[in-house]
């Protein structure tokens, strides 16, 4: 199964039309004038295609660097409210991909850039793949893959749909390089540690899904699961150890 879905933002500056001048024409037109063998001609046409692709790496680089500059981070405005299967609950905050394009919408006007998604499914798992593009042609990708969760009390239809649109919302913050903050956060301590609840659902995830405790440690980069971040640091590891438990469910079923 493969869908792509684009965004389309309207460029800072008029793409070329066809009053303006082809540096790649003129090339031509004075390499024929000269009597250049066919050889010579693909050599020149080759040069300026490696010089063409470097100017527009470098045009896209600049155009994400401003981007990031002015796109302000992306508040948290949505709660997810999780049960383990031994009991337990916990929640966390996130931003709705809705949301983040609303947010991200006017950094990305006046600079020519616009994304798009590409999914596929192969044995359970959906891989989505986010492309930002520029107006000159540069494009750079960026992918998220997750489980479909079999075990959801949905239709098929619907798990697809809740696993895509989780897989969009975060292949996106990837490949833009977004930032999202709790809406309430006031300036707290953006290295502020989870505190007791979450602790406790880290370890029942840990405990649910079979995980490593120190193969998951060595993923969120800690030492003890007490020093995990509240925010994006928490949230990534409350993903990997939900994948890791519907994979062990997946597989028991």
């Known amino acids: ?23 790649l024409a003129q090339l031509l037109e004075a390499a024929v004038d000269k009597n250049l063998p066919v050889e010579s001609m693909e050599k020149l046409v080759a040069l300026y295609e490696r010089v063409a692709d470097r100017q527009a790496a470098s045009d896209f680089a600049a155009a994400m660097a401003a981007f990031q500059a002015e796109c302000p981070p992306i508040p948290k405005t949505s709660t997810a409210k999780i049960a383990t299967t031994s009991g337990a609950n916990y929640s966390y905050t996130y931003a709705e991909l809705d ?42 990708p960026a992918s998220f893959a997750c489980p479909i969760d079999d075990r959801a009390k949905m239709s098929e239809p619907q798990k697809y749909a809740a696993a895509l649109t989780y897989a969009r919302r975060q292949s996106l913050i990837q490949a833009l390089g977004l930032t999202t903050t709790d809406g309430d956060s006031d300036g707290a301590d953006l290295d502020e540690r989870i505190g007791p609840g979450q602790i406790k659902a ?52």
């Open 99 to 140: 949301e983040i394009a609303k947010v991200i919408g006017p950094a990305l006007h006046g600079r020519g850039l616009s994304y798009s998604w590409d999914s596929t499914v192969t044995d359970g798992q959906l891989v989505c793949t986010c492309t930002v593009r520029h107006a000159n042609g540069h494009s750079q």
């Open 202 to 253: 880290i370890a029942c995830l840990i405990d649910d899904s079979g995980a490593d405790v120190v193969r998951f440690l060595k993923f969120v980069n800690v030492d003890r699961i007490e020093d995990i971040r509240t925010g994006d640091h928490y949230e990534s590891a409350v993903s990997m150890l939900e994948g890791k438990l519907r994979i062990k469910q997946g597989k028991s079923a």
């Open 1 to 23: 199964m493969t869908k792509t879905t684009t965004a389309i933002v309207k460029p800072s500056a008029p793409l070329a039309t066809a009053n303006d001048v082809n540096p």
